[in-house]
């Protein structure tokens, strides 16, 4: 594969679940193999066909639930197949068996994506996304590790695979630029949270939070940006900002719209810390949030549940704080520390900033190149 160049060997992406713009699979992966001499494309969920930086994207409609979803497969098995690709990579275990076929009837190579510890989801979906997965790995060509406690997964299993971290890869007009320092002269009082929104992931807390806020003539505000899939915990939300009149605290972009990553810059500029406030749940515990990359990108100190995984990375990096999940006052307290020794504050943002460079995406796009020009070798 030569860079540069999209004439080379057709791979594909296939899902059902993720967004198409999705920062791991489009703006990472696939592009990142464009660049690299493939003929790059997306079968996923969108509202019509279209190309974007050189990838083919196949629109499939938007799955309205998961029995929707297992629907689809039909119509992206063909869509996948009409392409001809030298190899399909699925990002989503309930689309293993859909690869399992299209591999048996076109010959490609199937890669495996694992985004995701699944066993989260609870004892029998949990038990039974693990058990497909072994299944898979009896044939499936390679798997794509996103957090190394994953490891264990595969552990035992024959089958290849590659540890593919989550770095942060710039997008949108912070591509060709790196981001301006901000601006760390005054107190913290600019809090933010990126991605999808539920209560697990510490949206109660940030409510919770934004009252605290309120009730004490604060000086903090705090930004939402990312979609809640739960219609149920997104009206709790609104219904709480509404009666606690948290307006001119608490604003929320997205909602019930999934935010493109290419909008997300001028809410990184804007902000003085990042929030990580998720739930001890065992998909949060054992992986590292792709929010922590880009908080450091731009130099965002980080205030994050105090996870054993999560301490140690802050700790490392001295780049922000921990607190006990669910615990708003616990935030408020690290906060009146910063608005006092705003020298720790700077401190924090410098060694973000300067811990950023280890966790950037082009650190770690060799392993991909490097295993699809493997796959693809003698095709």
């Not at 290849?160 to 971290?165: D, E, R, S």
């Amino acid at each position: 594969m030569q860079a540069d160049v999209s004439t080379g060997p057709c791979v594909a992406h296939l899902t059902t679940v993720h967004a198409p713009f999705d920062p791991r699979i489009f703006h990472k992966q696939l592009r990142s193999l464009r660049a690299h001499g493939c003929s790059a494309h997306l079968v996923a969920p969108h509202e019509a066909d279209e190309e974007v930086h050189g990838i083919p994207i196949h629109a499939l409609p938007r799955p309205r639930h998961r029995l929707h979803r297992l629907v689809l497969q039909r119509r992206l098995f063909w869509r996948a197949r009409r392409l001809e690709a030298a190899l399909y990579q699925v990002h989503d275990p309930e689309l293993l068996p859909l690869a399992g076929l299209l591999k048996a009837v076109t010959g490609a190579r199937v890669v495996y994506d694992m985004h995701e510890n699944y066993r989260a989801k609870g004892a029998v979906l949990g038990r039974a996304l693990r058990g497909l997965e072994r299944w898979a790995f009896r044939w499936v060509d390679h798997v794509l590790l996103a957090e190394k406690s994953y490891r264990s997964i595969v552990a035992g299993a024959d089958v290849a695979h590659t540890f593919l971290p989550n770095y942060f890869r710039p997008i949108g007009d912070e591509e060709q630029r790196p981001p301006a320092p901000p601006d760390d002269s005054g107190p913290p009082t600019r809090l933010l949270y990126t991605g999808t929104l539920a209560v697990r992931r510490g949206l109660r807390t940030m409510v919770e939070l934004a009252n605290h806020i309120q009730r004490a003539s604060r000086p903090e505000t705090i930004e939402m940006v990312g979609i809640c899939h739960h219609d149920d915990q997104r009206a709790w939300a609104e219904r709480q900002v509404r009666r606690g009149e948290l307006g001119d605290v608490m604003e929320w972009t997205g909602g019930n719209t999934y935010v493109r990553p290419s909008t997300m810059p001028p809410h990184y500029r804007r902000a003085d810390v990042g929030l990580v406030l998720c739930e001890p749940e065992a998909n949060f515990t054992g992986s590292m949030p792709t929010k922590f990359f880009e908080y450091l990108h731009y130099g965002l100190p980080i205030i994050c549940s105090d996870f054993p995984l999560w301490r140690r990375f802050v700790e490392r990096h001295a780049c922000g704080a921990v607190v006990p999940p669910g615990a708003p006052e616990a935030v408020l307290a690290v906060l009146d520390e910063w608005q006092e020794h705003p020298e720790r504050y700077r401190k924090c943002a410098r060694n973000a900033r300067d811990a950023a460079s280890q966790y950037r995406w082009d650190a770690v796009e060799g392993r991909l190149v490097s295993l699809y020009r493997d796959l693809l070798t003698g095709l």
